[in-house]
Nanobody, 123 residues
Framework: QVQLVESGGGLVQAGGSLRLSCVAS????????MGWFRQTPGKERKFVAG????????NYADSVEGRFTISRDNAKNTVYLQMNSLEPEDTAIYYC????????????????WGQGTQVTVSS
């Protein structure tokens, strides 16, 4: 069992930056691929970024490529999402998730989810 707790969300003006953190419980964090997803009311949860267990491989949704960076610190059981050049369209609840077998964009492949953190970007 893995428990995930996100933090770092908030209100920011367009063009600004935020860094989200997700702390995982348990001693097996370094064996999981990790992902960030986001969701707005009435819409499905969408993939934002993923990172391999070692951190050597990452992938991003086209909408955030070049603006967002996912990283992890296995010694701290933490995955991060650095978000720069934020746009109002980035407003959403952001969730981190853990996957025992990968770090891809398919939501159904993730095994554990955090409770989410709200990000609001004002214009």
């Amino acid at each position: 069992q893995v428990q995930l707790v996100e933090s770092g969300g908030g209100l920011v003006q367009a063009g600004g930056s935020l860094r989200l953190s997700c702390v995982a419980s348990g001693r097996t964090f370094s064996s999981y691929g990790m992902g960030w997803f986001r969701q707005t009311p009435g819409k499905e949860r969408k993939f934002v970024a993923g990172i391999s267990p070692s951190g050597a491989s990452t992938n991003y949704a086209d909408s955030v490529e070049g603006r967002f960076t996912i990283s992890r610190d296995n010694a701290k059981n933490t995955v991060y999402l650095q978000m720069n050049s934020l746009e109002p369209e980035d407003t959403a609840i952001y969730y981190c998730a853990a996957d025992r077998t990968g770090w891809g964009p398919r939501r159904v492949e993730y095994d554990y989810w955090g409770q989410g953190t709200q990000v609001t970007v004002s214009s």
